[in-house]
């Protein structure tokens, strides 16, 4: 009985929380408010601390209800190895030799397309940094894609409209760029090996409509707003000053340092799934970053912490989801259960749903892709739909009005970029 109780108080703490990332940003006009606790309300306003703060309460919960023993076991026995990962990659691939390294390849990318330089760089940020995410990994994409944007356009004084639509359609291009293979994109790792889908599957089935569904969606929210971005390269002759800085800086940092700096990358990627293994990459990484220090600009540590914190939370909550998620999924027809699964992304982690259809056994084939296909059609509805949304959202955010992206509004501008995914996905 205690342990039936137990799970309709997780799943209340679980939706508070949800709850709580739509009105983090009341919490920081509070902190303006009432100086005394500015502190408190600061920390509250926080997306990044929200899973991990309703965590904290459910294990407090836990430990009184059923017992310490049980709550302390549960912890456990969570598989934590995704949010290190997304630490780890955070850190490594914004570090300034990859990033400049990347920013070269987009540069050239632009160059090939008849549009203004902004245009084309802003474009080339949108579809084929996504779709990289197929063979990086996706919080690696997202990573690189929100530097390369932020120093594009976010640090240039944008419009809000334009800054809601980027991250609207970013989020939902990272969620299925990574379909091409099948170990880059958390969602379809889950269910890979299972289920037998190998990379010329995913790319028959998903990766040519996720190709086009990024591009699609790349090149409309360009169209939209060619006026502004065609103003971004000559806004200012500061920051064409600055970016002929960055590019002199550039050409200055060594080809080994680089060469290093990929080896390293390319050696956490392999060893996604190996707690061990990739954690002390990152400290060699660290050691090296150190002795070559001249070559750095600041490791975003505590950026990558604070994604991985709330992906921990949301771990720990989503863990005592399992009960309710499963017994809906399982109850729709096929034919509804892609939507199903779209509208459930946007309340849990993707990789989440994913991961309980397969432990369900003697499903059809039918029921296997939409599930899928729903899952990734919806992670860039909310930060916490997909596992990279956070660290595109820790990375961009300060530069929204009161560094603060408001959860509706970021709803709204994924909305008409996942229609277009469900356009690809379901109906052709």
């Avoid at 160059?111 to 996504?130: C, H, K, N, Q, R």
């Avoid at 334009?162 to 790792?189: D, W």
């Avoid at 390293?264 to 060893?271: C, H, S, T």
Wanted: hydrophobic fraction near 55%.
């Amino acid at each position: 009985m205690a342990n039936t109780v137990f799970q309709w108080v997780s799943a209340t703490l679980f939706l508070l929380a949800i709850l709580h990332t739509f009105s983090a940003v009341y919490f920081e006009k509070l902190a303006h408010r009432c100086t005394e606790h500015a502190g408190v309300f600061h920390l509250l306003g926080e997306v990044e601390t929200v899973f991990g703060l309703w965590a904290l309460v459910m294990l407090v919960v836990m430990c009184g209800m059923i017992s310490p023993t049980d709550a302390l076991h549960y912890v456990e026995n969570c598989n934590f190895t995704e949010p290190m990962f997304v630490f780890v990659i955070m850190v490594v691939a914004a570090s300034k030799p990859i990033l400049h390294f990347c920013r070269n390849i987009v540069r050239y990318l632009a160059t090939l397309i008849p549009l203004p330089a902004s245009m084309a760089f802003y474009f080339v940020s949108l579809s084929f940094v996504p779709l990289l995410g197929s063979f990086i990994t996706e919080p690696a994409a997202m990573t690189l894609a929100a530097f390369l944007l932020r120093d594009m356009a976010f640090s240039r004084g944008i419009s809000s409209r334009l800054m809601y639509a980027t991250i609207g359609v970013l989020f939902v291009n990272i969620s299925i760029g990574g379909v091409l293979t099948p170990f880059a994109a958390p969602p379809v790792l889950m269910v890979a090996g299972k289920w037998g889908w190998d990379i010329t599957f995913m790319v028959i089935t998903f990766g040519w409509r996720a190709a086009l569904a990024v591009g699609v969606n790349a090149i409309v929210l360009t169209y939209l707003f060619r006026k502004e971005l065609r103003e971004l390269s000559s806004r200012s002759e500061a920051s064409e000053a600055s970016e002929a800085s960055a590019v002199q800086t550039e050409d200055s940092i060594p080809k080994f340092v680089t060469v290093v700096h990929l080896l390293f990358l390319a050696g956490i990627i392999v060893f996604a799934h190996h707690p061990v293994i990739f954690m002390g990459l990152l400290l060699f990484f660290l050691g090296f970053a150190t002795a070559y220090k001249h070559y750095q600009d600041r490791l975003i540590l505590r950026e990558g912490l604070m994604v991985a914190f709330f992906l921990t939370g949301l771990v720990v909550l989503g863990g005592q989801q399992q009960w309710w998620l499963q017994g809906l999924l399982m109850g729709m027809s096929t034919s509804s259960v892609y939507f199903g699964a779209t509208a459930l992304t946007a309340v849990t982690d993707n990789a989440a749903l994913t991961y309980l259809g397969s432990l369900v056994e003697g499903l059809t084939d039918e029921f296997k892709y939409a599930l899928v296909a729903g899952a990734v059609s919806g992670g860039g509805l909310t930060v916490i739909a997909n596992a990279p949304n956070p660290a595109g959202f820790s990375i961009l955010k300060r530069h929204f009005p009161n560094e603060s992206i408001r959860a509706p509004l970021l709803f709204l501008a994924a909305l008409p970029a996942t229609l277009v995914v469900v356009v690809f996905f379901y109906i052709l």
